[in-house]
């Protein structure tokens, strides 16, 4: 009986212990209470944290990362933009707003700034318009960068993100806009902006845009990005975090409440204090050697490519794959010439494209020889100047010792007559 009684107490710790185990690595994740949400490492592309990342969701106002992007892309901004009649349509232009009236102008940059800072709908509507030339061709362009992203769950229908049926995207796709997005240097300078007075035609219009974004004002490595929230998609967020030479993009969808802002905190943490970030091939490293004219070329990386693991896990790896931009053989190549490309994969997924150069230049042999050829033309040519110019002034010199011979003979036949 004490036998069974102690195997059974036993059989109780272990499943306590177990228990006990799982319970602890359950904890250690986020506990977020959005609908989905993603956490991706932005210099490695990896991904730390997921919760129904490709559920079909509304984006709200974080649709105004591309509209952004794109404005940024094609645009100048200086340019001054006029505002058109489509701001009296109440069914495409509602909600917030700078209220723009048509006939004013202002500058891409101005519009920019209460796009991304105030959410303003009737900014992203007139960047679209400017950009686009129309609304329906910009919202083409819009999924046309979506896909070549690599968001294939995503489809936009308008500029601002105002509810529409069909307007959706994923906690993924948003997070793959958003870390191209961060990448160009301006997006990241406005995003991260907390507030930027504009120029208006008018004293009385709103002037002083303000970045709604609440990490960005409490947490100092908070850098960005934008918020979202409509009845539909309810309360959304992408964030940027940068520590410590680490950086994370954070994406939370249809969340019911503030606590979005917390639970974003939470998986950057997360993020932070359970994975670690290194450099997997540096700037320079050889990642494949190919032959041009019969000679060794090696290629190169021109930036390194970094690896995220657990840090309970070194195990994991990415995988490599060397492309060649052209199948045509190469028969000569200058140095820092692209001339291949490196996928980087996780597993079958597509993390990044880094270009691969040429370590050296190789001539072909028809231009060697040309060149060949040249420098003994131009010898030849010098050396026939030469034989020239040596004939000519020999022939002078004969000329003179004749002339002299001649008046010396003359001189001697006076002399002998006199």
Known sequence: MKFISA??????????GTTTGYAASIESLPQVHGEAAYLIDVKSGQTLFIK???????????????TGLLALEN???????????TMLNNKLVYGTQIYLMPGEKMQLKDLLYAMFLNSANDAAVTIAEHIGGDLPHFVTMMNQRALEIGATHTNFLNASG???????????DLALIARVAYQNPLF???????????????????A????????????SSVDGIKTGYTAAAENCLVASVTKDG????????????????????????YGFTQFKETVLKPSGAVLSTITVDNEPVNLILDRPIYITQKLDDQSSTLNLQVMPTSTSPLVSVKEGQV?????VLDGNTLLDTFPLKSAKTIQPQTQKKTGILNYLLWIGGIMLCLGVAMSFTLGLRLKANRLYRRQVRLARRRESNS
């Not at 645009?75 to 009649?85: A, C, E, I, M």
């Not at 001339?339 to 996928?343: E, F, I, L, N, S």
Request: proline share 6%.
């Open 7 to 16: 195997f059974l107490l036993a059989i109780i710790l272990i499943l306590n």
């Open 52 to 66: 129904n990342p490709d559920e079909p969701l509304a984006p709200a106002s974080t649709t105004k990362i591309m």
């Open 75 to 85: 645009g100048n901004l200086n340019d001054t933009v006029t505002v058109s009649s």
């Open 162 to 172: 105002l509810t529409q049926a069909g307007h959706v995207t994923t906690a993924h």
């Open 188 to 206: 990241a300078q406005y995003v991260r902006t907390k507030s930027q007075a504009i120029s208006r035609s008018k004293p009385d219009l709103p």
């Open 208 to 219: 002083l845009m303000v970045n709604e974004n609440k990490l960005l004002w409490k947490d």
């Open 246 to 269: 680490r950086q994370f993009i954070g994406v939370i969808l249809k969340s019911p409440g503030r606590e979005i802002y917390t639970d974003m905190q939470d998986m950057f943490e």
């Open 339 to 343: 001339v291949a490309q490196v996928k």
